[in-house]
Structures are given as structure tokens and as C-alpha cells.
């Protein structure tokens, strides 16, 4: 029970911030702040219910950072059912969606639902995180969506080996916390963070060192021409 009120929840989270006012007329600020309103009152309601629980809480920390090298039966089976179907509607939607987010404008025109393709991918997103967050925690979760897939644009600029990079980032990091942790005595969520930071850390000082060297060839090659090397 406590798990279909977390799934149900987390969709009516992601369906009340595409609901915000302003549509795809928001600007940067009014979206992170639409947003982090949502989440604080996401949090607030969750201490309230805390509060409320009559029975044993079980261990908060557990809760929060999730327990990678304690998962049930019940969560592999909750995950093998969910991710089919969450991958086949993204699939559905790949397109279009691709469409609506690089020009909302033209998509629009074009007679694409734009407000309803955003609010149809933060339903899946809201239920990923719902499933996923049951295993890592709500906190670890933010760093596994966030940071693979920011390490993957530092890498390519083209969508689909974007989110083929960030799915293989991901779950790369997963891998070394989790055997990280298994010879130590931290938490497997502290190693897999550091692991997701560093990747992304790497692949921005490689992004600005592969910039700088096209920057100072390019400076030559503009010194040369004037000279007749280069037509």
C-alpha cells in the first residue's frame, strides 16, 4: 500500500508541475521556481505524514539514501514490470517529444500537443523516479538522473547516443559504488555519487581542453592565412 501511495504521489507531482501557468511561454527562473515549490511542499507534506505514521519507522537513513545491496523480491518485480512498459511508452513518444523540445514553437505549428507530450514525459519520469528511488532513495535518484545524463551532453551533442551514454554512465557508476562499498565500510550511495561527480568532472575538463586546442588551431590557421598558406 505504501508503495502505490508512493508511485501515485510522485505522478501527481510530475503532472502538477506540468500543469504550472505560463506553458511553454516560462522562462527559465519561473520554471525552477514552479518547481521548487512543488518539492518543498512535497517535503513538507512528507514530514507531516511521518508525523502520522502510528508504527515502527524503520531506519530513515535507509529511507533517504535507499539500500543498493538489500533489494527485495518485491522491488526487482515491481522494476521488471514497470521499466517494459515505461521504455515502450518513451519509445512511442520519441519523436514527437524530440520535436516538441528542440523547437516548441515549430512543433506547435505544426500541430504537435506540446503541453500534453510535456506533461505525458513528467508522468513517466515522476513513476521512474517512484520506482527506482524505492531501491536508491529519493536523494541518490536526483544524482543518477542528473549527473550521467549532463556527463553524456559533455560528450555529444546527439540525442540518441546522449541517452544511450547516459544509461551506460549510469549504470557504470552503479557497478563501482556498489563493489566500492562492498570493501569498505560507507554506503554504496556516497561511492556511486563521487563516481557520477568525477565522470561528469572529466568529461567537462575534456569539453573545455578539446575546446581550447580547436580555439588555438583555429588562431594559427587565421595567422597563416593572410600570408597565402591558407586560401
Same mark, same amino acid.
Given at each position: 500500500?505504501?508503495?502505490?501511495?508512493?508511485?501515485?504521489?510522485?505522478?501527481?507531482?510530475?503532472?502538477?508541475?506540468?500543469?504550472?501557468?505560463?506553458?511553454?511561454?516560462?522562462?527559465?527562473?519561473?520554471?525552477?521556481?514552479?518547481?521548487?515549490?512543488?518539492?518543498?511542499?512535497?517535503?513538507?507534506?512528507?514530514?507531516?505524514?511521518?508525523?502520522?505514521?502510528?508504527?515502527?519507522?524503520?531506519?530513515?537513513? *535507509? =529511507? /533517504?539514501?535507499?539500500? %543498493? &545491496?538489500?533489494? !527485495?523480491?518485491?522491488?526487482?518485480?515491481?522494476? @521488471?514490470?514497470?521499466? +517494459? $512498459?515505461?521504455?515502450?511508452?518513451? *519509445? =512511442? /513518444?520519441?519523436?514527437? %517529444? &524530440?520535436?516538441? !523540445?528542440?523547437?516548441?514553437?515549430?512543433?506547435? @505549428?505544426?500541430?504537435? +500537443? $506540446?503541453?500534453?507530450?510535456?506533461? *505525458?514525459? /513528467?508522468?513517466?519520469?515522476? &513513476?521512474?523516479?517512484?520506482?527506482?528511488?524505492?531501491?536508491?532513495?529519493?536523494?541518490?535518484?536526483?544524482?543518477?538522473?542528473?549527473?550521467? *545524463?549532463?556527463?553524456?551532453?559533455?560528450?555529444?551533442?546527439?540525442?540518441?547516443?546522449?541517452?544511450?551514454?547516459?544509461?551506460?554512465?549510469?549504470?557504470?557508476?552503479?557497478?563501482?559504488?556498489?563493489?566500492?562499498?562492498?570493501?569498505?565500510?560507507?554506503?554504496?550511495?556516497?561511492?556511486?555519487?563521487?563516481?557520477?561527480?568525477?565522470?561528469?568532472?572529466?568529461?567537462?575538463?575534456?569539453?573545455?581542453?578539446?575546446?581550447?586546442?580547436?580555439?588555438?588551431?583555429?588562431?594559427?590557421?587565421?595567422?597563416?592565412?593572410?600570408?597565402?598558406?591558407?586560401?
Amino acid at each position: 500500500a505504501a508503495a502505490w501511495g508512493y508511485f501515485c504521489f510522485c505522478g501527481a507531482g510530475a503532472l502538477t508541475i506540468a500543469r504550472l501557468p505560463g506553458g511553454e511561454r516560462r522562462g527559465w527562473g519561473d520554471e525552477s521556481a514552479g518547481v521548487g515549490a512543488v518539492q518543498a511542499l512535497a517535503l513538507a507534506l512528507g514530514f507531516l505524514f511521518v508525523s502520522l505514521y502510528g508504527g515502527v519507522l524503520g531506519d530513515l537513513e *535507509a =529511507l /533517504l539514501f535507499g539500500n %543498493l &545491496l538489500g533489494i !527485495s523480491d518485491g522491488q526487482v518485480l515491481t522494476l @521488471a514490470i514497470l521499466a +517494459p $512498459v515505461l521504455l515502450l511508452a518513451l *519509445a =512511442l /513518444l520519441a519523436r514527437p %517529444l &524530440l520535436f516538441a !523540445s528542440v523547437d516548441p514553437g515549430a512543433a506547435a @505549428a505544426r500541430g504537435l +500537443p $506540446v503541453r500534453r507530450l510535456g506533461a *505525458a514525459f /513528467l508522468l513517466l519520469l515522476g &513513476l521512474t523516479v517512484a520506482a527506482a528511488s524505492q531501491i536508491t532513495g529519493p536523494l541518490l535518484v536526483f544524482a543518477l538522473l542528473v549527473m550521467p *545524463a549532463a556527463t553524456a551532453q559533455s560528450i555529444t551533442a546527439r540525442p540518441v547516443l546522449s541517452l544511450a551514454l547516459s544509461v551506460a554512465i549510469a549504470v557504470l557508476v552503479v557497478w563501482l559504488g556498489a563493489g566500492a562499498a562492498y570493501f569498505s565500510e560507507y554506503p554504496p550511495g556516497f561511492y556511486v555519487t563521487v563516481f557520477a561527480f568525477a565522470a561528469w568532472a572529466l568529461a567537462r575538463l575534456a569539453r573545455g581542453g578539446a575546446a581550447r586546442v580547436r580555439a588555438g588551431r583555429d588562431g594559427g590557421l587565421a595567422e597563416l592565412a593572410p600570408e597565402g598558406v591558407i586560401a
